[in-house]
């Protein structure tokens, strides 16, 4: 069984540009949820969606968006990216049952210069 | 706000012997935790997890203690290994949800 996908793997962004990341789950999974990792924030919640439905989104500015496809692909969308978004984007998929854990992609490391 | 934390930003191990990693939550809602390892440029892995309804749970070399009064939960390795060498995160959660808040997690050296 294939794990989670994220697409690409790295990118290099201008200050200013908006970026837009992939993340395919384990089949048959249909909550995804995304998560930034930086050094001085640690691991940090962005949003879920199940189903097509965003059903949490953590603290992050509105610049941060997302969205899922009825194949329950997803994709964020960073806009006007900042020298600080500069992270680990990780991508987890799960069945979205209780008691179930998420799996992770290797995530997407994205530089803003 | 930390609602979750592992104090001990690191631990080293010799091989072989127990290694125990230590995670506090303040949110009594809480009710799921989870266990997950990380080597740099990865994703985390998922280890172990426990319910709110027990207090331990076993899988093969990893338990997972939880002490609800305490707001306090431990992993435990044994025998610790050198492959075990990463950062460990400790996890908490509502069930049914994966909003997942993490600690800051532990980097755990396993000494050959």
């Known amino acids: 069984k294939a794990g989670v996908t994220q697409t690409p793997r790295y990118l290099i962004k201008t200050r200013g540009q908006q970026v837009t990341l992939s993340c395919s789950p384990i089949s048959g999974h249909r909550s995804v949820s995304w998560y930034q990792q930086t050094p001085g924030q640690g691991l940090q919640f962005l949003f879920e969606?199940?189903?097509?439905?965003?059903?949490n989104k953590g603290n992050f500015p509105g610049r941060f968006s997302g969205r899922q496809f009825s194949n329950s692909r997803s994709e964020m969308n960073v806009s006007t990216l900042e020298l600080g978004d500069s992270a680990l984007y990780l991508c987890?998929?799960?069945?979205?049952?209780?008691?179930?854990?998420?799996?992770f992609g290797q995530g997407t490391r994205l530089t803003v210069v | 706000d930390q609602q979750v934390k592992q104090n001990s930003p690191s631990l080293s191990v010799q091989e072989g012997r127990i290694s125990i990693l230590n995670c506090d939550y303040t949110n009594s809602m809480f009710d799921y935790f989870l266990w997950y390892k990380k080597y740099p440029a990865e994703g985390p892995t998922f280890l172990i997890s426990i319910s709110s309804i027990k207090d331990k749970n076993e899988d093969g070399r990893f338990t997972v203690f939880l002490n609800k009064s305490a707001k306090h939960l431990s992993l435990h390795i044994v025998p610790s290994q050198p492959g075990d060498s990463a950062v460990y995160f400790c996890a908490a959660t509502l069930s049914g949800t994966y909003k997942y808040i993490f600690g800051t997690g532990t980097r755990l050296k396993v000494l050959a």
């Open positions: 969606y199940f189903s097509e439905t965003q059903r």
């Open positions: 987890a998929s799960s069945s979205g049952g209780d008691g179930t854990e998420a799996f």
